[in-house]
């Protein structure tokens, strides 16, 4: 059904519309008590063995929605009741910012991918902070804040700018992300090197502990796929120095490489981050180092290509205790969570394993 109603209308309409009035239509059903309440009924089972724990956080299962849907926190209610655990809102800047100039978002749908360069396009971090602190949840789940650097700050002003957003949003997050690894804003990924990363995360972690006294919000650093080895290698060590709570792995990634020619070749060559399926087998790969690296030190997410419960069981497999998507939802509709919420219980029944806890990494401990 979402599939012939996909193209027969989203995949007509610019793929920044389609998405607005997806999410308008998600934020209305969620606004209607007796609506909402049987929506999440069919869409977000409660499957008792898909619990999850992690950095302290007890959730309904592992899978969640990545950051860049919600960028400005109006919607979590209506994710949670599409079925995602945790809701990762962002990316969030100190200063609120339009992003970059339209067309800025493109599909790809032969790869079932994704292009964005967005830019961070958000409300800032003053206005997303006075939402989350007005909020009245409908629906318990964790909310995660992913937080970046405005544009139009200096690099050499970075610190003190991701210090800002921290300071506002640590009170009403349930974990923060610090995201230094989008493409779309210039000299970001630079932040990624271990020598300007340290200064950055220990500044933010002793910013949420001031803004949040008597609760340690965790705090996590989202990684890009095109890190080379030793740089990931690099990024796990400092993690664990500093006692961080978790790494995201992965953002989008500026490698074109595992497109297939089905895709139009003009919408290959439009810069920005691509996501989706092309992306799946660098995170694995990034996560499998990751969880070699670490253990079970700290918390891994994984992201990246997660298209159905098999890519999600496969990430936990590889070291994920968390496990996100977003491009997916756009091909695959409102029932997709519903699914991958089947597809991960069936597959914990018919494991070796316990529990989703016994199974994190355990495909990385038998090769080491």
């Known amino acids: 059904m979402y599939t012939y109603f996909f193209r027969l209308i989203f995949r007509r309409m610019d793929p920044e519309r389609a998405h607005r009035l997806a999410f308008r239509w998600i934020r209305r ?4 008590p007796v609506l909402r309440t049987f929506v999440a009924a069919v869409l977000a089972p409660r499957i008792e063995e898909l619990r999850t ?3 302290g956080l007890r959730l309904h299962s592992p899978f969640g929605l990545a950051a860049g849907f919600d960028k400005n926190a109006v919607g979590v209610d209506g994710m949670a009741m599409l079925g995602f655990d945790h809701v990762e809102i ?6 609120p910012q339009p992003g970059n100039p339209g067309k800025r978002l493109f599909r790809l749908t032969p790869d079932r991918a994704l292009i964005n360069r967005m830019g961070f396009n958000n409300e800032g971090s ?5 939402r989350l602190a007005s909020r009245t949840p409908v629906f318990r789940t964790v909310v995660g804040v992913n937080i970046g650097k405005t544009k139009a700050v200096p690099e050499d002003e970075a610190v003190a700018d991701y210090v800002k957003s921290a300071e506002r949003l640590a009170p009403y997050a349930d974990y923060l992300v610090v995201n230094v ?3 779309n804003t210039p000299g970001l990924r630079d932040l990624q090197a271990a020598d300007r990363l340290r200064p950055l995360l220990g500044a933010v972690r002793e910013a949420a502990d001031r803004s949040a006294p008597g609760r340690r919000v965790p705090l996590l650093v989202k990684i890009a796929p095109d890190l080379a080895d030793e740089d990931i290698d690099a990024v796990a060590d400092l993690a664990v120095d500093l006692g961080l709570d978790g790494i995201i792995a992965t953002n989008t990634t500026i490698a074109r490489a595992e497109l297939s020619l089905a895709s139009d070749p003009a919408l290959v060559a439009e810069t920005g981050g691509l996501s989706g399926a092309p992306l799946k087998a660098r995170s694995l790969e990034v996560l499998r180092r990751l969880y070699a690296r670490v253990g079970d030190r700290i918390t891994l997410i994984g992201v990246g290509g997660i298209e159905d419960a098999e890519d999600a069981w496969q990430r936990i497999l590889a070291g994920a205790t968390l496990v996100q998507g977003y491009s997916a939802l756009i091909y695959e509709g409102p029932f997709w969570s519903r699914a991958v919420h089947k597809g991960l219980a069936a597959r914990l029944r018919t494991s070796p394993y316990s529990t989703l806890a016994d199974a994190v990494g355990a495909d990385v401990r038998k090769t080491a």
Not at 29 to 32: C, D
Not at 90 to 95: D, L
Not at 126 to 130: G, H, I, N, P
Request: hydrophobic share 50%; net charge negative.
């Open 53 to 55: 724990e992690a950095f």
């Open 126 to 130: 003053l206005a997303v902070a006075a």
């Open 29 to 32: 059903v969620a606004g209607v």
């Open 181 to 183: 690894s989008s493409p």
């Open 90 to 95: 962002g990316t969030v800047t100190g200063e």
